[in-house]
C-alpha cells in the first residue's frame, strides 16, 4: 500500500527512513512541482532550503532535482539557512514559492516539507489540499534531473540568502541602539539554525552575546526537542543566570520560533511574549494595524485590541491560516501559540530573529527589564496564566471527538462555560475571559489540552479537567 502523504499544520512530516524517504520526498517534490506548473509558474524559480538535521541538505538537493525535472528553476541555499530567511528570498528573488526542509520542533527522529507561496508565507488549506492530490502514487513517476546536471545548466543556483535578509531586518528595527546597549544577552540556538545569527548582527558593539546548543547535533542534547518551551529550554534559563546576562533569547530548530527567558532565569511563556510584542509595536513604537491570533493564543490581545481601537482576528492553528488573513488585512502582526510571530514589512511568516530583535529593542526605548515589561503589560491588561499539556493518543479521533462533544461540561475547573468554539478543534470560553483548548496536532499522534485564565490558582484544575472531557483521565 502506497504512503499516504499529508499536510498538516505546517506540511508533511515523518519519521526518517520510516516514513520520510528519499523516494517519498521525490513524490512531494513532484506534487509541489506540479501544483506550481497547474498555477501557471512554469519556468519560474523556487527556493529551496533546509535545516541541520539528518540528511536534511541532501533532501534539499533531492527536491531540487525533482523541481528541475519539471522545467523549474532552484535557488538552492548554501548551507542551513533559518525558515524566516528563505521566506524573504522568495520576495528579494520574486520566486513563486519555496520548499523548506525542515521538522522544526519535532523531534530528532523526525524531518520535514514546508512549502511557502509566492508573498513567501503558508500555502492555505485548500492549496495543501491541491498539492496532496497532484502527488503520485510511485515516486518513478517524479521526473528529475541529476543535481549535478542542474548546476552546470544554471538551472539550480547556489546562493546565500542573508544578505538581503539582513538589509530588511535594518529597516525595521536599529540594531546598532541594541549593539550599544551593553546587554548580555544569552542566546540558545537549539542546535539549529538560528545558531551565530545574534552573534553576527550584534557584533561591533558593547553588548555581548553568549551562545549555547550553537553546533549541529540532530540529536538535539539536553532537551527532548529543539521547541522553546520547558523543560526543553531549562539548561538556557540556568546558563543565563550564570552568566548574569540581561535576557535569554530562544529560536527553535528552524528559527522561525521565539521564547524568551528573563533576567532571572525564569521563562516568558510564548502568550505572554506575543501580548508583550504587540504592544512594543503599539505603544512604543505607534503602529497601528490588525492583529491576527490562532484561537490558542492570548486573549491580551482582544485587551489590546480594545485598549488601542485596532481589530482582533482570531483564526485556527497554524500559519496556513494566519498568513493569508495577514496579507488580506495587512495586519500589523500575526502569531500563535507555538511562539510563532509574524510581522509588517517582512514576510507573512514566523520570525524569530526579528521577534528577538524586537524584544530587546522594547528593552533599549523603555530602560527597563524583561520582568519590569511584564509589569508594563499587566498594568494594561491583568495578569494571565497558560498552561499545556501533550499526550499521545490512540483510538479511532473521530470517536474522540465525539465524546468531547458528548462531555458538554458546564463548568471546568470551577468556571462556568459559556461558549463552546469549534474552529479547530474544541475551545471553551470561560467566565472569567480565560478558554480551555482540545486539539489534535496537525503535524503528530498527539492530543493537545491548553489553557489560559486570570485565575492562577486554577491553571491546573482547568487542565486536569480538560483530560477527564478528552478521555485522557
Known amino acids: ?37 497547474e ?102 513517476e517524479a521526473k528529475r534531473v541529476s543535481i549535478q546536471d542542474a548546476k552546470r545548466d544554471g538551472k539550480v543556483v547556489v546562493f546565500d540568502a542573508s544578505e538581503a535578509y539582513i538589509k530588511n531586518l535594518h529597516k525595521l528595527v536599529d540594531i546598532q541602539k541594541i549593539k550599544d546597549a551593553g546587554f548580555t544577552v544569552m542566546m540558545d540556538a537549539m542546535w539549529g539554525n538560528g545558531a551565530g545569527w545574534f552573534t ?23 532537551m527532548k526537542r529543539p521547541e522553546p518551551i520547558r523543560p526543553n529550554v531549562d539548561v538556557g534559563l540556568k546558563a543565563t543566570v550564570a552568566n548574569n546576562a540581561d535576557v535569554l533569547l530562544i529560536t527553535d530548530g528552524d528559527a522561525d520560533r521565539c521564547g524568551i527567558g528573563d533576567e532571572n532565569g525564569e521563562f516568558i511563556d510564548q502568550l505572554r511574549v506575543y501580548a508583550l510584542l504587540a504592544l512594543y509595536l503599539l505603544e512604543i513604537r505607534g503602529e497601528r494595524g490588525d492583529i491576527v491570533k490562532t484561537l490558542s493564543t492570548t486573549t491580551m490581545l482582544n485587551k489590546l485590541g480594545k485598549i488601542y481601537n485596532v481589530p482582533v482576528h482570531e483564526t485556527g492553528v497554524g500559519f496556513k491560516y494566519v498568513a493569508p488573513k495577514m496579507i488580506e488585512t495587512n495586519a500589523m502582526i500575526g502569531g500563535e501559540e507555538s511562539g510563532g510571530y509574524a510581522f509588517r514589512n517582512n514576510v507573512p511568516e514566523r520570525d524569530g530573529i526579528l521577534a528577538g530583535l524586537y524584544f530587546l529593542d522594547f528593552m533599549v526605548q523603555t530602560g527597563k527589564k524583561p520582568t519590569e515589561l511584564l509589569k508594563m503589560l499587566f498594568d494594561k491588561v491583568g495578569e494571565h496564566f497558560y498552561d499545556r499539556i501533550d499526550t499521545p493518543f490512540s483510538g479511532d479521533r473521530k470517536m474522540r471527538e465525539q465524546k468531547i462533544l458528548d462531555a458538554n461540561p458546564k463548568t471546568i475547573g470551577g468556571l462556568k462555560v459559556t461558549e463552546l468554539v469549534t474552529i479547530d478543534g474544541f475551545q471553551f470560553k470561560l467566565e472569567d475571559g480565560g478558554w480551555l483548548l482540545i486539539r489534535f496536532s496537525g503535524t503528530e499522534p498527539i492530543m493537545r489540552v491548553y489553557c489560559e485564565t486570570t485565575h492562577g490558582d486554577k491553571v491546573k484544575a482547568i487542565l486536569d479537567d480538560g483530560l477527564k472531557v478528552a478521555g485522557i483521565k
Open 1 to 37: 500500500m502506497t504512503y499516504k502523504i499529508s499536510f498538516g499544520t505546517d506540511g508533511w512530516r515523518g519519521e526518517i527512513a520510516e516514513d520520510y524517504t528519499f523516494d517519498n520526498v521525490r513524490r512531494a517534490a513532484q506534487g509541489f512541482a506540479s501544483y506550481l506548473i
Open 39 to 140: 498555477k501557471g509558474f512554469g519556468g519560474k524559480w523556487v527556493v529551496v532550503g533546509h535545516d541541520k538535521r539528518f540528511h536534511s541538505e541532501n533532501f534539499a538537493a533531492t527536491v531540487a532535482e525533482v523541481l528541475v525535472g519539471n522545467g523549474l528553476n532552484v535557488y538552492l541555499t548554501d548551507g542551513a539557512t533559518p525558515t524566516p530567511v528563505i521566506a524573504y528570498a522568495v520576495v528579494d528573488k520574486k520566486a513563486c514559492g519555496a520548499v523548506n526542509i525542515t521538522a522544526s520542533h519535532n523531534p530528532p527522529t523526525d524531518n520535514g516539507f514546508k512549502v511557502r507561496d509566492p508573498n513567501g508565507g503558508a500555502i492555505d488549506p485548500e492549496g495543501l489540499k491541491r498539492i496532496e492530490a497532484l502527488i503520485p502514487d510511485s515516486p518513478s
Open 200 to 222: 553576527r548582527l550584534l557584533a561591533g558593539g558593547k553588548t555581548k552575546v553568549i551562545e549555547i546548543h550553537n553546533e549541529r547535533n540532530p540529536s538535539f542534547p539536553e
